[in-house]
């Protein structure tokens, strides 16, 4: 009886030896994916949800990664680096929800991998003296870039209010333009983004009726790569991911040193990166795992896509929605929470 409890003890001892010699074996999770060490061109801009990019290249944190990111400055044209993005000049870019899908519809096949922030204020409908309501903008003139993100803006938040987007009637204007044409007096309204609603209100008495912090979610800006890089390169992916969940909470712990990187880097004080920072809506990871769900209302990436797919539809753009699961990859996001959770035990 001894013998085989000795015996059993003995086999027992031997396969605690082997599993800890494999345990000591195998990759560790913070050992990171497998990266190509590849160049990685990335787009940067003044935009709160892109504050990252520049505070992770000034810790050194993509190369720390395994990742050899090159910035590219979109600032001088914005546009043009998303168009950029779509001929492949640039591997990873932020786009407003709205204009991927606009991009996909033309034929690119861009996929999303994060939801960078959503804008909180940024974008507002300002009016003369004497218009209190939405509902007041009945029969009124509005200036808004249609076709754009913007007048999407302006059609959801009329039906939210009772009205159909042909009770108004729409003046095509550039954004940028917006506070100059307001104040000629032929507008009731317009739909423009920050600094351009301080402006106006400042310039022409005008008042703020509605501003993105309202709707959470209406128009959220995310992190794009072509889904052949994607396919190609899903350990540098990956990385890019899990560098963007490092500093977003470097963001949020260590507020006045990374709005100091900012400050340094586009010549503004820390106070005013910051006041522009809180305009938006910066997402961490727990918010993307909730994004990245199935859901009808913005608080989903899906759900805030079927409203952008309507739209489209209404304005004769598309004739058919686009299948969100195609251009939202849940998979990046998915993978960092797992190894986290992993790593927890």
């Known amino acids: 009886m001894s013998k085989k409890i000795v015996v059993v003890t003995g086999i027992l001892l031997a396969l605690i030896i082997v599993g800890f010699a494999w345990w000591q074996s195998a990759p560790k999770m913070e050992e990171g994916p497998k990266t190509t060490g590849l160049p990685m061109k990335v787009a940067r801009y003044y935009w709160p949800g892109e504050f990252w990019i520049e505070i992770a290249d000034q810790k050194g944190w993509f190369e720390k990664a395994g990742l ?49 922030d959503y804008s909180a204020g940024i974008d507002a409908i300002v009016a003369k003296p004497g218009i209190a309501t939405i509902a007041d903008l009945k029969g009124k003139t509005i200036g808004v870039d249609t076709g754009t993100y913007l007048e999407y803006i302006l059609d959801v938040v009329l039906r939210q209010h009772g009205l159909k987007p042909g009770d108004v009637t729409k003046v095509k204007i550039a954004g940028e333009k917006a506070a100059e044409e307001f104040g000629k007096g032929k507008l009731d309204a317009i739909v423009t983004w920050e600094p351009v609603v301080s402006e106006a209100i400042a310039q022409s008495n005008g008042r703020k009726l509605f501003d993105t912090s309202e709707i959470p979610g209406l128009s959220p800006a995310v992190n794009v790569f072509h889904r052949s ?69 913005f608080e989903s990436l899906h759900g805030a896509a079927r409203q952008v797919n309507n739209f489209l539809i209404d304005q004769s753009t598309i004739n058919k929605p686009l299948d969100s699961t195609e251009f939202i990859d849940a998979s990046f996001i998915r993978a960092l929470n797992h190894s986290l959770q992993q790593e927890a035990l």
């Open 68 to 116: 050899n990111v090159e910035l590219v400055d979109s600032n001088p044209n914005y546009w043009g680096s998303l168009l950029d993005t779509v001929d492949g000049k640039i591997d990873t870019n932020t786009f407003i929800l709205f204009d991927l899908i606009q991009f996909n519809a033309a034929g690119a096949d861009l996929a999303l991998v994060t939801n960078c």
């Open 229 to 297: 890089f994607i396919e190609e390169r899903p350990g540098d992916v990956q990385a890019y991911v899990n560098v963007w969940h490092k500093t977003t909470l470097f963001i949020k712990e260590n507020p006045d040193e990374a709005f100091g990187l900012i400050a340094e880097i586009y010549d503004v004080t820390p106070d005013e990166a910051q006041a522009f920072a809180s305009l938006s809506r910066i997402l961490d990871l727990r918010e993307n795992l909730t994004s990245f769900s199935y859901g009808a209302g």
